[in-house]
T-cell receptor, first 110, second 112 residues
Framework: DAKTTQPNSMESNEEEPVHLPCNHS???????IHWYRQLPSQGPEYVIH???SNVNNRMASLAIAEDRKSSTLILHRATLRDAAVYYC???????????FGSGTKLNVKP | DTAVSQTPKYLVTQMGNDKSIKCEQN?????MYWYKQDSKKFLKIMFS???????INETVPNRFSPKSPDKAHLNLHINSLELGDSAVYFC???????????FGQGTRLTVV
């Protein structure tokens, strides 16, 4: 299964944009790139996903490199509530093969 | 209404006991999962059921037995509990053509 590599931790100031990188050099053509986050003492929650094109939703934007070997989750204005562990996951369809990596712990400073 | 609910939220038990964790989803999803998050916070898939049929079993000891009485429920029974089983167990579901997985709040299992 294709794996993802993320920095262990990142820090951001409140109200500033945050760019969370993810490398997935062994991604296959059918793998979707998903991002989830886990707030303290909660279950993971869906953030965004994409295949080839950049994606935007109310929570974040996802920028996917042209060769698809890396992607970046963009939080446009970080808030204290965005402090969480962010997971970049490759998923080959909508059902199975849903593996989490070690994630990036985002700390947001007031 | 909670989309994916697990009970109990906390479970403390002695080594050697048998315990169950229940999971229910009210989203009409076809696929349900169990994940284990250990002390290092690494989330590992254990099982996946689609329409009550087991489709993923990820090298989990036989002491762990999932049971899906219907599409909305996926329970996890653990026999002969060991110290190493202490972790947070998350249930999740997907379906309806949506890529989004919904997770429960987790069950913190402590084996003493």
């Amino acid at each position: 299964d294709a794996k993802t590599t993320q920095p262990n931790s990142m820090e951001s100031n409140e109200e500033e944009p945050v760019h969370l990188p993810c490398n997935h050099s062994t991604i296959s053509g059918t793998d979707y790139i998903h991002w989830y986050r886990q707030l303290p003492s909660q279950g993971p929650e869906y953030v965004i996903h994409g295949l080839t094109s950049n994606v935007n939703n109310r929570m974040a934007s996802l920028a996917i490199a042209e060769d698809r070997k890396s992607s970046t989750l963009i939080l446009h204005r970080a808030t204290l509530r965005d402090a969480a562990v962010y997971y970049c996951i490759l998923r080959w369809d909508n059902f199975n093969k849903f593996y989490f990596g070690s994630g990036t712990k985002l700390n947001v400073k007031p | 209404d909670t989309a994916v609910s697990q009970t109990p939220k906390y479970l403390v038990t002695q080594m050697g006991n048998d315990k169950s964790i229940k999971c229910e989803q009210n989203l009409g999803h076809d696929t349900m999962y169990w994940y284990k998050q250990d002390s290092k916070k690494f989330l590992k898939i254990m099982f996946s059921y689609n329409n009550k049929e087991l489709i993923i079993n990820e090298t989990v000891p036989n002491r762990f037995s999932p049971k899906s009485p219907d599409k909305a429920h996926l329970n996890l029974h653990i026999n002969s509990l060991e110290l190493g089983d202490s972790a947070v167990y998350f249930c999740a579901s997907t379906g309806g053509g949506s890529p989004e997985a919904f997770f429960g709040q987790g069950t913190r299992l402590t084996v003493v």
